[in-house]
């Protein structure tokens, strides 16, 4: 009964490195997203899928990219880090859209 | 104007007390009505789900709706410690905008002894 499950939970990167946020869920769920929580900012959605194979930005999408090539797994891609991606980030999955989301317990990221 | 509006509070309430967390919103097009618990440094949890006006009730949580009005709550009854966490809305539906969630930026709550 894993749910939505993130790796890593934590990573302290450089500037200019980069990384891969990993998320998959076991609930066979279509729709995936990933999110980012600043203090006091609440959740922003970074990329949505609806389906294997189909992706779409959300409110923050500049400095990521993502890709879904199985209904299990969504991760998200930071090419070149920068500080302004210190963040916790959350990968989420819903069986439809708009409905309940279950959440992964979240990456902590430090670029510094 | 923001799409859900939330009282980021802190609220600070003494142990038993009856807590009451708000939401408003502008979308008349939101139908799903959610509100996730988030403990400090975990993942939002789902606390309640609900799709109509009016009220669900599950154990010590009362989740409300007025779509007339745009608001909804959260009431929690006999409060303990261990409610203490951050409180978000959540809401979605066939927005037009691809039927995504849109969360309110969370109300902090402190239940203490």
């Known amino acids: 009964n894993a749910g939505v499950t993130q790796t890593p939970k934590f990573r302290i990167l450089k500037i200019g490195q980069s990384m891969t946020l990993q998320c998959t869920q076991d609930m066979n769920h279509n729709y995936m997203y990933w999110y980012r929580q600043d203090p006091g900012m609440g959740l922003k959605l970074i990329y949505y899928?609806?389906?294997?194979?189909?992706?779409d930005k959300g409110e923050v999408p500049n400095g990521y990219n993502v890709s879904r090539s199985t209904t299990e797994d969504f991760p998200l891609r930071l090419e070149l880090a920068a500080p302004s991606q210190t963040s916790v980030y959350f990968c989420a999955s819903s069986s439809g859209g708009g409905t309940e989301a279950f959440f992964g317990q979240g990456t902590r990221l430090t670029v510094v | 104007q923001k799409e859900v509006e939330q009282d980021p509070g802190p609220l600070s309430v003494p142990e038993g007390a009856i807590v009451s967390l708000n939401c408003t919103y502008s979308?008349?097009?939101?139908?799903?009505f959610m509100w996730y618990r988030q403990y400090s440094r975990k993942g939002p949890e789902l606390l309640m789900y609900t799709y109509s006006s009016g009220n669900k009730e599950d154990g010590r949580f009362t989740a409300q709706v007025d779509k007339s009005s745009k608001y909804i709550s959260l009431f929690i009854r006999d409060s303990q410690p261990s409610d203490s966490a951050t409180y978000l809305c959540?809401?979605?539906?066939?927005?037009?905008?691809?039927?995504?969630?849109?969360f309110g930026t969370g109300t902090q709550l402190k239940v203490e002894l």
């Open positions: 899928s609806v389906g294997a194979g189909i992706t």
């Open positions: 979308n008349s097009a939101f139908q799903y």
């Open positions: 959540a809401m979605g539906g066939r927005t037009g905008g691809g039927n995504k969630l849109t």
